[in-house]
């Protein structure tokens, strides 16, 4: 049996993959986090109760949302591959493949799956990352080919997209600031001082070449980068 970890803020969207897994017949919900850090917390527990030395024993895989409340979930997924560095963690989103799902790899993910899958995907998704491989679409495939071209190029002639060059959290400030938050708002939810949010965007004014946050929210709409 594969054991599964559910990771997502809304009630809804647990009972939906739980109904889907249920009818596997060899995967099973080991437990359910409506946040990053009760997340980090099971899979933390669930290693404790066999043997510390096993990484995530009684969890095989973590379905983890990449917009959640306190922490996302790219957060979440570094301190959990810094942690336990086999188990793997299969990313969720409602985001655009392009915004997240090179992100998600580069970080570690196992694979990175659109909630608009259908239950067939979701399942073979499970037990391709179960098995330790790298689930990706063509569609996904498609984009890491397209990122690591533009790495080969920015190498050579400083070419690429440039929202590529940002960290990931100034990634994270870069998209709030592009929906109209303020540096405030932005420190509130990502738990950190206005003076490093303000710090941030002035590196990804910098990197962007924006002069402000009107354009920066203009080359995010060039780019497809806006939440959905």
């Known amino acids: 049996m594969i054991r599964v970890l559910i990771c997502d803020d809304h ?12 009818d596997t017949g060899d995967i099973v919900v080991a437990g359910e986090a409506d946040n990053g850090p009760e997340a980090i917390r099971k899979v933390r527990e669930a290693a404790e109760a066999t043997c510390a030395s096993t990484p995530a024993a009684g969890i ?5 949302d990449i917009a959640m409340p306190h922490r996302d979930g790219l957060d979440v997924l570094r301190q959990l591959k810094a942690e336990f560095p086999k ?17 998600s790899l580069k970080l570690g993910a196992a694979g990175y799956l659109n909630k608009s899958a259908d239950s067939e995907q979701m399942s073979a998704a499970i037990h391709k990352v179960a098995a330790g491989g790298l689930f ?3 569609t996904v495939a498609e984009h890491v080919a397209s990122a690591l071209g533009a790495g080969v190029g920015a190498a050579s002639a400083g070419d690429g997209p440039l ?3 940002l960290s990931h959290r100034e990634y994270q ?17 990502l738990v950190l001082s206005s003076n490093t949010v303000s710090t941030y965007r002035a590196r990804i ?24």
């Not at 969207?13 to 249920?22: D, E, N």
């Not at 095989?60 to 983890?64: E, G, P, R, T």
């Open 11 to 22: 009630l809804i969207v647990r009972q939906g993959i739980k109904q889907i897994l249920a």
């Open 60 to 64: 095989d895989v973590v379905l983890m």
């Open 136 to 138: 990706i679409t063509p």
């Open 205 to 228: 004014l910098e990197k962007t070449g924006a002069r402000n946050d009107v354009e920066l929210a203009l080359y995010a709409v060039r780019h497809d980068l806006m939440p959905v």
């Open 163 to 165: 929202h590529e060059r």
């Open 173 to 189: 400030v870069f998209r709030l600031l592009a929906i109209g938050r303020s540096v405030g708002e932005i420190a509130l939810q």
């Open 87 to 103: 188990l793997p963690v299969l990313m969720l989103s409602t985001y655009p493949d392009k915004q997240y799902a090179v992100r």
